[in-house]
Each structure stands twice: as C-alpha cells, then as structure tokens.
C-alpha cells in the first residue's frame, strides 16, 4: 500500500435483507484492495443482519448501526455521518461486488480523478432467466437510453445509488440526501453537478445487481421509478427531459393501437409494423448481449413491463403534480 491509496467507506442500508447482506459481505472479503471499511446501516428491520455482520467482524473492517426506519436516502446520511474514509461509495443491499471493484476504482481515481462517479451494473451467471432478462431490460440502450452506466449513455451521467461513490469533500460541500425515496439518488448527483464537481462513469467499476425476481415485484418497482422522476421535477422541474415522455408515448401507443383498426386501418398497420420493428431489435440485441434464446424472448416481456409501468407511475404522479399547481 502506497501513500496514495484512498480509504473507501463503503456505506449499505438495509431493510430485511439478512440473506442478501451476507451475499454481499463474502464478495467484499474476495476484494483485492483492502483499504476499506463496511458500514451497515439497518433500517428498521424486523429481520435483522446482526448475526450475519457478526460473522465477518474478523474479515472485514465494519461497523454496524440500527435505527428507525427513514428510508435508504435518510439512512444513508447516517452512514456518511459516521464513516472514516475519505471517499464513500454506495451500495444497495442485492449486489454482489467483483473481486476487483475496489482495485479498479482507487486506479482509475490516482489516474484522473472524479469528485463522484457511478458505475455499472451487470447479470451474474447465477442469476435466474427473470433476473437476467430484466438485467437486459433495464440496461439496454433500447430501452432505457443506456443510462445506467453505458459508455453511449443519453445526456448527462447521473450515478445511481445501487453503485456510487462520492468524496469526503462532496459530502461536507453538498451535505447527503434530502429526500429518501423516490428519486432521492438522482437528486443528490444533480445537486453534485450543480455545485461544480467533476462526476463521472467508471466503466469498469461493475457490480452484479439481482435485481426483483419476478415479474410482479419488477412492475412495481418501475412504476415507483416513473413517480420518482416527476418527484426529481419538484426539486429541478429542467430535469424533466423529452426523453422521459418516451415510456409515456410507448404506452398509449401501445394500449391505444386496437382502436385505430376501427378508426383508421392504415395507422393501426403502420403503428404494428413500428412495434414489430422495436420488439425485433430488442430481440437480436438481446441475443447478442445474453447469448440465450430464452432470456431474450422473456427481455420482451420485460422491457414490456419495464416502459408500461414506468408510464403508469410517471403519468399518475404528473397527474397528481398538475393538481398541486392548481
């Protein structure tokens, strides 16, 4: 270890998740770079992970916190609070870390430094079908505009709580979240960026998300995500860009395209030849991406259930914002 070696806090809230914490505990102790500490933040549970952090007191520098349930944003300050390092990186509870995450993020901080970053998240090969079509789905450059870590990602990079970091001066200068659900990670990187730091993408600082595991769970899930981004409008109403409506627009498109074979043949023959077209596209890239047949004609599904429900969620609460205002 040289002089130059960061101290990493690696700060993870947790809400019943015993089973997933311990998951994610045996991947930080295969780390290669060990200058680090844990901090464990239990958010109210009724299913604690006490027992299960005690196992690895021995192989990890960690700490362990309980308190009242405030929601992964509110929890997350309270880790901040108390960590030592000199850099805080943010991790949800249903991760699993390479052995090299660490290693490649201390790098590439000593090679060109960022006052923030965020990286990406990738299937595990243990991952069920589900979990590996709805990775596809919620990474895809066809569905979500590659914002989730993507090298071509559409407009600014705002890092994601699931994989985040931030310096210790970020977090004196900006302070923590000031919301802590519904959008509070994007919040919390606009007002980064606001405040004139350098943010950006480690491409190869990955982790492997599990994401929900079954279709249910993703709907809902996404539906509070399409909430949360008119909730992000309340706090910087410019942050609600064209490409948000695309969701919207693919969902009326699609409930509304029966109708037009009794309106107006020709539009509901063209408007099935366009869905045709995207589902093949999603299809082949889906392909090339997993290499399996199965996956890629359930990431249909998925990316189905993806956009519709994102819609549903980000026109209820439009809806419900344009009542604020009157």
């Not at 002089?3 to 045996?26: M, T």
């Not at 869905?275 to 990316?303: C, E, H, K, N, P």
Request: neutral net charge; hydrophobic residues 40%; glycine residues 8%.
């Amino acid at each position: 270890m040289n002089d130059k070696d960061i101290f990493f806090s690696a700060i993870i809230p947790v809400y019943n998740r015993p089973q997933e914490v311990d998951e994610l505990l045996e991947s930080l102790v295969k780390q290669k770079y060990r200058n680090f500490e844990v901090v464990i933040i239990e958010d109210g549970s009724t299913d604690d992970c006490k027992s299960v952090v005690e196992k690895y007191t021995d192989q990890l520098d960690i700490q362990y916190f309980f308190k009242e349930n405030s929601g992964q944003g509110f929890s997350r300050n309270y880790g901040f609070e108390r960590a030592r390092g000199d850099y805080f990186v943010v991790f949800d509870s249903d991760c699993l870390i390479p052995d090299q995450y660490f290693e490649e993020v201390n790098s590439r901080l000593q090679e060109n430094w960022l006052d923030a970053y965020g990286g990406p998240d990738k299937e595990h090969e243990t991952f069920s079908t589900i979990q590996k079509a709805i990775s596809y789905s919620m990474t895809s450059l066809f569905t979500t505009g590659g914002i989730r870590g993507r090298k071509e990602h559409a407009g600014k990079f705002h890092p994601r709580s699931f994989n985040m970091g931030t310096s210790r001066k970020v977090y004196e200068t900006v302070g923590g979240y000031i919301i802590t659900r519904m959008g509070e990670d994007i919040e919390y990187s606009i007002r980064i960026i606001k405040n004139g730091f350098d943010v950006g993408l480690i491409s190869n600082a990955f982790v492997y998300h599990k994401r929900r595991t079954n279709l249910r769970q993703f709907y809902k899930q996404l539906h509070f995500f399409g909430r949360a981004r008119i909730n992000i409008g309340r706090f910087f109403p410019k942050e609600i860009k064209l490409v948000h409506f695309f969701p919207a627009f693919f969902f009326l498109s699609l409930v509304s395209l029966p109708l037009w074979y009794f309106i107006y043949e020709p539009v509901f023959w063209l408007g099935a030849g366009i869905f045709a077209f995207y589902y093949l596209i999603l299809f082949f890239d889906a392909l090339r991406a997993t290499r399996s047949l199965g996956v890629s004609i359930l990431a249909m599904v998925t990316s189905t259930i993806q956009l519709s429900a994102y819609a549903i969620g980000f026109l209820t609460e439009g809806r419900r914002k344009l009542f604020e205002k009157g």
